[in-house]
């Protein structure tokens, strides 16, 4: 079946260093991965997307990229700062032209330490 | 509202009753989502709805759970005959016509007793 994993159930790191978290999906080729955070007792929030024909994404202090021969991205954060510390999910979504089925991995809890 | 709405914000209920639970997306919004999240867990997919078209059902994990979207706004998903393991948050979340980004509501906690 389709699948998103995120390798990571945690990371931890001190402030000021750069995050870096990993996505792989198996069993099929999303045209497109999406990042979200998640803080506790609420619904994620979008942060990037980057489709399958993009090498890299930046957004300020995040950059994701998508490697589609590894079947992985990566997501950064540079500069990390204490209120980066959150679960980051990671998303594949199969169509340009029309909202398709979203499936998500299960989430890297990030703990940035000051 | 602004944002996804959904309610209720926490339900406890007895196993085997059943359970109904809203979602009111952003206005304009065409496709709609639902997911469950257990304690800990990533977000488990369970059907979406992409304006007239027929939702996909396929992460429906059994038949005591369904799902409809009235009017192409407001969606309702139903759990019957609620068994402990059906204990999890349920997200839902709205997004715009070609767009991929999805907006989520905060969630209603299920606990079944």
């Known amino acids: 079946s389709q699948k998103i994993e995120q390798n990571s159930e945690a990371l931890n790191i001190q402030e000021g260093k750069t995050a870096t978290l990993t996505c792989n999906y198996t069993?099929?080729?999303?045209?497109?991965l999406q990042w979200y955070r998640q803080d506790p007792g609420r619904g994620p929030v979008f942060l990037l997307l980057?489709?399958?024909?993009?090498k890299e994404k930046r957004k300020e202090r995040l950059k994701v990229t998508f490697d589609t021969t590894l079947k992985q991205s990566l997501f950064h954060i540079t500069a990390s700062q204490p209120a980066d510390s959150a679960t980051y999910l990671c998303?594949?979504?199969?169509?340009?032209?029309?909202?398709?089925?979203?499936?998500f991995g299960s989430g890297t809890r990030l703990s940035i330490r000051p | 509202g602004a944002g996804v709405s959904q309610s209720p914000s926490n339900k406890v209920t007895e196993k085997g009753k059943d359970v109904e639970l809203r979602c009111d997306p952003i206005?304009?919004?065409?496709?709609l989502y639902w997911y469950r999240q257990s304690l800990g867990q990533g977000l488990e997919f369970l059907i979406y709805?992409?304006?007239?078209?027929?939702?996909?059902k396929s992460g429906l994990p059994s038949d005591r759970f369904s799902a409809e979207r009235t009017g192409g706004s407001v969606s309702t998903l139903t759990i019957q005959r609620t068994q402990q393991e059906d204990s999890a948050v349920y997200l839902c979340?709205?997004?715009?016509?070609?767009?991929?980004?999805?907006?989520f509501g905060e969630g209603s906690r299920l606990t079944v007793l």
């Open positions: 979340a709205s997004s715009p016509r070609g767009g991929r980004e999805l907006f």
């Open positions: 069993n099929y080729s999303p045209a497109y």
């Open positions: 980057i489709r399958e024909n993009e």
């Open positions: 998303a594949g979504g199969g169509g340009y032209s029309s909202a398709s089925k979203i499936i």
């Open positions: 206005s304009g919004h065409t496709a």
């Open positions: 709805f992409q304006g007239n078209s027929a939702p996909d």
